[in-house]
């Protein structure tokens, strides 16, 4: 399962604003885009003006990095939103935000998705009361995630539990004192916290 293992706060830097990929250091003044904000590289200063080509590419770049997709999959994603019924560009940032991973994350169970992912990878949750260990699978209206039983008592799931202060979506319902949450309805542009232009990585895939 191929994952981009290089310097996170540079995808950031790249696309000129937060991604929260770091967790709780992207809420500090540690982080990298509050301290400098230029592309990263010795000509990152150097701001040139894009073209339409470059501003679909830098869109569909900023989507993948932030939920951490690589191109094949997302191009993917992209193919199964295209046969929906719908608006594909809304269709590509309903099935994102339901990958496993970032159900996990967005219920409050990880401090960001890649931390998600790898508690997913490593076992420590269900789906359905059933082992379940594939982060990119997308998960539909109905699912319950929750911690596996012998996870329950791991010290970052007690703090998780006993800290739990964020505000899911309201496609999601929480119940942190069970270790456990569920999808209840389908996520909408609406509730992605990120500002995306999605009409621009249509055009990106359509030419
Ligand atoms: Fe991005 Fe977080 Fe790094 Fe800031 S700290 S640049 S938001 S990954």
Redesign the pocket.
Known sequence: MARYTGP??R???REGL??????D??Y?D?????RRNSAPGQHGQNKKKLTNHGIQLREKQKVKRYYGVLEGQFAEYFNIANKMQGVTGNNLLSLLEQRFDNVVYRLGFAASRAEARQLVVHGHFTLNGKKADVPSMILKVGDEIAVKETSKSLPKFKSIVENHKVTVAQWLQVEPDNFKGRIIAIPTKADIELPIEEHLIVEWYSK
């Open positions: 996170v706060c995808l950031c830097r937060k991604l929260y990929l770091k967790g250091r992207c500090t540690k982080c990298s885009i509050g």
